[in-house]
């Protein structure tokens, strides 16, 4: 048994979960939120790269469907799921409810080109389409993983130390 495993929400709710815990769950103990969250929109973004290429992939994004941060955590098999659907109980609200919205607005995207694909659109047009599409989600995902780092919480940066940092700080992410 993980000794470190949250057995409920109780649990979560009785004591803080531990920032190193959370840190070395790839969770941001800031806020509360895991960039692997991220990894379903890049998928997305990676099929739709993939069909000018292989328009076979129409199929793969055809087939990829909408999950909210709790949907997506509940349907992996990752090692710290519990721990990370227990922080986002007590994420910070803030960044949750930019998280949704950047989330609504990638997710319309999506739905967006899986129904025009659903047309009977010549490959060029599909292609010109999916790569439009990953043109417009890229800096959506970014500013996701910003806000899930705590880097914009209030619309402005709030990195600390000098501009090198900041840069430096980015181009981890």
């Known amino acids: 048994m993980n000794l470190y495993a949250v057995r409920s929400l ?7 979960i ?9 969770i941001n103990p800031k806020t509360g939120l895991a960039t ?3 990894n379903h929109f890049n998928e997305a973004i990676m099929l739709l790269e993939l ?9 793969d994004v055809m087939a990829w469907r909408v999950m909210s941060y709790r949907e ?3 349907a992996t098999h990752q090692k710290h799921r519990d721990l990370v659907l227990a922080a986002f109980e007590t994420a ?3 960044a949750k409810r930019m998280l949704d919205e ?20 010549s490959p060029g047009i599909a292609s010109g389409l999916a790569q439009e599409s990953a043109v417009q989600l890229r800096p959506l995902v970014a500013r996701a993983g910003a806000v899930i780092n ?8 709030t990195f600390s130390g000098a501009p090198q940092a900041t840069v430096d700080a980015l181009l981890e992410r």
């Not at 109780?10 to 803080?16: H, I, K, M, N």
């Not at 990638?106 to 025009?116: E, G, N």
């Not at 705590?150 to 940066?157: D, Q």
């Open 10 to 16: 109780q649990d979560v709710e009785a004591a803080p």
């Open 150 to 157: 705590g880097l914009t919480l209030s619309g402005e940066a």
């Open 18 to 26: 531990d920032p190193a815990r959370l840190a070395a769950a790839n």
């Open 92 to 94: 910070d609200p803030q």
């Open 36 to 38: 692997d969250y991220l």
């Open 102 to 121: 950047l989330t609504e607005a990638m997710d319309a995207i999506l739905t967006a080109t899986r129904d025009a694909l659903q047309l009977d659109l």
């Open 51 to 59: 069909v000018p290429s292989m328009p076979a992939c129409i199929d």
């Open 72 to 74: 997506h955590f509940r």
